[in-house]
T-cell receptor
């Protein structure tokens, strides 16, 4: 039982490049989330998906897009990376709405 | 806008002592108020939560209290151990959606052996 799996673990991009962060959960959870965590700060919600087929904006959605591919997978895309998007990105899932219960190990993203 | 204030930002206690972390929120949808523990370089872990219609909840050495009237909630850790050392985050749902959590800025707890 892997829980929440994120790929890649580390990535360095140049400004303007695009990339997709992948997330998959094997707990049959309905809800999935993408957060970013900047140094010394709490988590900020980028997007969430309350259930398969739905996605909604969180606190800081600008510059990002998401896809809930199926119940297991929820991807985050940066179309044109900017230095301000340098952060650690966490995917999470939950069986009930609102609070993430299980997090992935995170993706450490640096944009030069 | 919605805001969650968390205090203190750092807390150092002797092993065996108690630790208390407090959070206040400006407004919130009725739902769960969770607490997370994050060790250095690791993923956040949900350690306990409290429903908005409950005043207190305990789980072994951890307890949370919630005062909805005053809009504050607290985490209490008793008989602290070195492995309790981590950053702790509180979170509260925003008024418009229980899916949107606003996190506090974190409390770095150090338990001295």
């Amino acid at each position: 039982n892997a829980g929440v799996t994120q790929t890649p673990k580390f990535q360095v991009l140049k400004t303007g490049q695009s990339m997709t962060l992948q997330c998959a959960q094997d707990m049959n959870h309905n809800s999935m989330y993408w957060y970013r965590q900047d140094p010394g700060m709490g988590l900020r919600l980028i997007y969430y998906s309350a259930s398969e087929g739905t996605t909604d904006k969180g606190e800081v959605p600008n510059g990002y897009n998401v896809s809930r591919l199926n119940k297991r997978e929820f991807s985050l895309r940066l179309e044109s990376a900017a230095p301000s998007q340098t952060s650690v990105y966490f995917c999470a899932s939950s069986s009930r709405g609102g609070q993430p219960q299980h997090f992935g190990d995170g993706t450490r993203l640096s944009i030069l | 806008g919605e805001n969650v204030e968390q205090h203190p930002s750092t807390l150092s206690v002797q092993e065996g002592d108690s630790a208390v972390i407090k959070c206040t929120y400006s407004d919130s949808a009725s739902n769960y108020f969770p607490w997370y523990k994050q060790e250095l370089g690791k993923r956040p872990q949900l350690i306990i939560d409290i429903r908005s219609n409950v005043g207190e909840k305990k789980d072994q050495r951890i307890a949370v209290t919630l005062n909805k009237t005053a809009k504050h909630f607290s985490l209490h850790i008793t008989e602290t151990q070195p492995e309790d050392s981590a950053v702790y985050f509180c979170a509260a749902p925003t008024p418009d959606s229980s899916y949107k959590l606003i996190f506090g800025s974190g409390t770095r707890l150090l338990v001295r052996p």
